[in-house]
């Protein structure tokens, strides 16, 4: 079976739902507390790989580091976005599903079931 990776905030409601839903339906992802054991640049760049969208599609905008850091700047770069999510994982959209060689956002948290092997 695929391994399932949950980027999780348990302070989150919609992430808290995600791992829900998954624990009903049998299954356990290796769970990480993103804010906690942040992802590399590397990680991050994969995980993006995997969603099929953009660095910037990622970030919280509505985060006080959003604003501090001028992230809505459109000439950054996508790798100094990813830097600015790896320095500042609270900008990172949650929960993430990572199956495989898929991953996908769960908002809202139903999204989770459509990439369950």
Known sequence: MTELILYHNPRCSKSRSALELLEQRGLSPS???YLETPPSAAELK???AKLG??????????????????????TLTDGQIIDA???HPKLIERPILV???VAV???PPEKVLEILP
């Open 31 to 33: 769970v990480i507390r």
């Open 46 to 48: 994969q995980i993006l």
């Open 53 to 74: 969208i953009s660095p910037r599609q990622l970030l919280r905008s509505g985060e006080e580091e959003y604003r501090t850091l001028n992230l809505a700047d459109p």
């Open 85 to 87: 999510m790896v320095a």
């Open 99 to 101: 199956a495989g060689d």
């Open 105 to 107: 956002i769960g908002r």
